[in-house]
């Protein structure tokens, strides 16, 4: 190939450019790249030869057009899950590109403005969406009209029956809440989530009633699932308790570890001999020796491995029914609080 | 509108039907949708009612066949940098979409393997691409044959020329080893990065350098960037070392944490008084009481909003050339190393 033929069709080969180079038809080129479709293995050679040559690939995008398939998924998910809990986008993007399909990602400032870029999602036509953030009813009617099957990750349809995959945040608060309770904690406070968290409504909700179940009461003040929240959430409580909490119950472990650090540095707490403090999720930073929290491990692995094959499934058959898969979650003891 | 044929366009709303809807042509339909192009003020009012009333919107995918633009860009990172460093991604994303533009996620499992993912950025027709990963010469080549600009983030283009943004980590280095040798450290361990890091490499070899400049010698040991190898690579160190290590660099922050907990907890060492231990980076941990890590903070904001700026420039003016920005980071002393 000469530098002036390939100057010509630089950045730019069709598939047009692969027959007249390769000798064979248009429309053999087209079969050579459509999976399933037949091509005599001679011709399929002669054409991958020109392809590699002319530096072709098909386009996707055109054949998204043709298949009525993208083969991109948008993942809609916050900027807060984004920083503090890092490992779900990484394992649900990995386990797509597993399968071939490609990650279009929706970050949004606030769980509550999924209307923000749902026109974007549509446009894109994409496959279908894995959403980690809140839908409300007309929201979730909105795929379903549009026929883009849906999972829900970490929360549930609301008025209308979904497909999700979800942490058991319930029976998980409960099993904190009751370890704490035998070992004899008196007062309680409870970090929760920003208002518009499902999973921290969910979870806050979960621990007061149990709370109340078990003739207990707690101070509720609410942070914004980071460090900082911790640290001025547990201050917060301390001057309203009047330094009496013993026990305190947070919404995520980013939060958990803020006020670790603030009960034993500006404080001079003894955690946990004199103040319990649990979290939530059980990410990386949980894990690490100066912490050590008492937390409930969310299943990541396992939930987004079925969050991906459920919507494969609902992209490979658009009729198949709405299930709910709830996974049970690991209560971590750690060295951060005194269970019973 | 009745249910019935409500139920036939169901998720399939094309210009036809709106035009049908409209009564006015598909032509005018289009046009209603193009940037720039004119339709009569009372044809686009009710173009615009028909469109609502049958959740029409346009085709993103098939525009940008016909304009030459997807809107979207590819985001190349890798997994590590996402799991360790995810703010370089929520910022990226987020300057993206305030631009109306779309993220194409590629995590890469290691940085070396672009050429994975390459065969479907040049499928997918992305207007560009921002690349946190090693591009040899051939693969910034094919960019540009392609016609697909590409900014790199934190690399330089290896062999040929490339528009970059990046922090100025041999000036970083310098700084933290200077600062160590005037305090009278003597004998100084190194925690590398993945060796297929670029940022890794570039990090220890600017602090190997500078210690030999000042008559130090150092012990490098190589981790992978997380907690843990913070942990096993200051035991390796230790054991080498006779347990002698006084000064300890390490190659991010997360190695750097992972080092500090091992030495105060599992050694019973006194960070600083005993070790003094700096990290690189600057990432959200760092800066938590705990740790307070003495560190080189990257410009994060400042990098990715050029990044952006970059990339959409090159993006509108395809001719533009090659320009690399260096950003000088910002040393934290932070409570992790006595510096001189």
Redesign the interface.
């Known amino acids: 190939m000469t530098s002036a033929s390939h100057e010509r069709i ?3 080969a069709t598939s047009y450019d692969v027959a007249r180079h390769a000798g064979v038809s248009q429309s053999a080129v087209s079969r050579c790249f459509k999976k399933g479709a037949s091509v005599a293995p001679r011709t399929r050679e002669k054409i991958l030869a020109s392809a590699r040559a002319l ?1 072709y ?6 054949q ?2 043709i298949t009525k398939r ?1 083969n ?1 998924v948008a ?1 809609i998910i916050s ?1 807060l899950t ?2 503090y809990y ?2 779900v ?2 394992e649900l ?2 386990r797509l ?1 597993v399968k071939g399909i ?6 949004l ?1 606030a769980e509550s403005e999924v209307d923000d ?1 749902l ?2 999602v ?4 994409v496959d279908g969406a894995i959403v980690a953030a809140r839908l409300d009813p007309g929201q979730l009617a ?1 795929f379903a ?4 099957p849906v999972v829900l990750y970490n929360r549930i349809g609301e008025g209308l029956p979904a497909a999700s995959v979800c942490c058991d945040s319930t029976s998980g608060e409960h099993a904190l809440v009751e370890g704490l309770v035998e070992a004899g904690h008196r007062l309680f406070g409870i970090i929760a989530g920003p208002a518009d968290s499902y999973v921290g409504e969910e979870r806050v909700q979960a621990a007061q009633k149990r709370l109340n179940q078990l003739g207990r009461e707690a101070v509720i003040v609410r942070g914004n699932y980071d ?1 900082e929240s911790g ?1 001025t959430c547990l201050r917060e409580l301390m001057k309203i308790t009047g330094r009496k909490l013993d026990a305190l119950i947070c919404a995520n472990d980013l939060m958990a ?2 006020a670790i ?2 009960a ?3 404080f001079e707490i003894d955690v946990p001999r004199e103040l319990s403090i649990v979290g939530f999720d059980g990410v ?2 949980a894990k ?4 050590q929290v008492t937390t409930v491990r969310q299943p990541v692995r396992r939930m987004t491995e079925a969050a991906v094959s459920m919507l494969i499934e609902r992209i490979e058959q658009p009729g198949i029914l709405p299930e709910q898969r709830l996974f049970a979650g690991e209560l971590l003891a750690g060295q951060s609080a005194r269970l019973g």
Chains 1, 2 share one sequence.
Do not use: H
């Not at 690939?57 to 055109?62: K, L």
């Open positions: 630089k950045g730019k530096n690939y098909p386009n996707a995008i055109a998204g057009l993208s991109m993942i900027n984004n920083l890092p490992e986008l990484a993007t990995q590109s490609r990650v279009l990602l929706f970050s400032a870029v026109d974007q549509w446009r894109y036509r909105a009209d549009r026929g883009v460090y640290d570890i803020g650090d603030c034993r540095i500006n990386g930073p690490w020796l100066a912490y």
